[in-house]
T-cell receptor, first 112, second 115 residues
Framework: GDSVTQMEGPVTLSEEACLTI???????????LFWYVQYPGEGLQLLLK?????DKGSNKGFEATYRKETTSFHLEKGSVQVSDSAVYFC???????????FGKGTMLLVSP | DTEVTQTPKHLVMGMTNKKSLKCEQH?????MYWYKQKAKKPPELMFV???????INESVPSRFSPECPNSSLLNLHLHALQPEDSALYLC??????????????FGPGTRLTVT
């Protein structure tokens, strides 16, 4: 079956540092890939997505590129802010389906 | 508008109470979902409705009873819950049908405490 593996957290950074959160996946078909963010006490928000190989999703300074050859979708940001502190979930959805397979989540803590 | 609304935001109930959680979306999505999320864990899928019919029940205990009155509304009826059912309950919606895997849009959740 499908699965998503994310790096363990928490990831602790100082403000303006560079961020990379690794995500790799296993899928039987050609999935779409997503990053969701969950701020404390809130629901999940879609951060970015990519639907085919070599697509780059981007939003709010975050980027991730769909790499089929390495089955990866790493999340990157050049300069993090305190307000980026949250839990980040990598997820996939197979073509023709809407159910999501989530990674375990990575907590990001950014200090001033 | 990509908003999914959920009420109530917080709910405290005893083990003998009956209560309902409500979810609404106006994006024209034909798939709606209930998830349960425990602290520091990803959401766990409970139920999926597709075109107002229950399509997936992830072996959820019968004390949780979903209902989809129309394409915009989703309810979760709760009865005789246990303390271990305390969690954040999330509703989501998405497009449905052939095409690339679709993203889901989540509501803010209902924080449920069972005493």
């Amino acid at each position: 079956g499908d699965s998503v593996t994310q790096m363990e957290g928490p990831v602790t950074l100082s403000e303006e540092a560079c961020l990379t959160i690794n995500c790799t996946y296993t899928a039987t078909g050609y999935p779409s890939l997503f990053w969701y963010v969950q701020y404390p006490g809130e629901g999940l928000q879609l951060l970015l997505k990519a639907t085919k190989a070599d697509d780059k999703g981007s939003n709010k300074g975050f980027e991730a590129t769909y790499r089929k050859e390495t089955t990866s979708f790493h999340l990157e940001k050049g300069s993090v802010q305190v307000s980026d502190s949250a839990v980040y979930f990598c997820a996939l959805s197979e073509t023709g389906y809407s159910t999501l397979t989530f990674g375990k989540g990575t907590m990001l803590l950014v200090s001033p | 508008d990509t908003e999914v609304t959920q009420t109530p935001k917080h709910l405290v109930m005893g083990m003998t109470n009956k209560k309902s959680l409500k979810c609404e979306q106006h994006m024209g999505h034909r798939a709606m979902y209930w998830y349960k999320q425990k602290a520091k864990k990803p959401p766990e899928l409970m139920f999926v409705y597709s075109y107002e019919k229950l399509s997936i029940n992830e072996s959820v205990p019968s004390r949780f009873s979903p209902e989809c009155p129309n394409s915009s509304l989703l309810n979760l009826h709760l009865h005789a819950l246990q303390p271990e059912d305390s969690a954040l309950y999330l509703c989501a919606s998405s497009q449905e049908g052939p095409g690339p895997g679709y993203e889901q849009y989540f509501g803010p959740g209902t924080r449920l405490t069972v005493t």
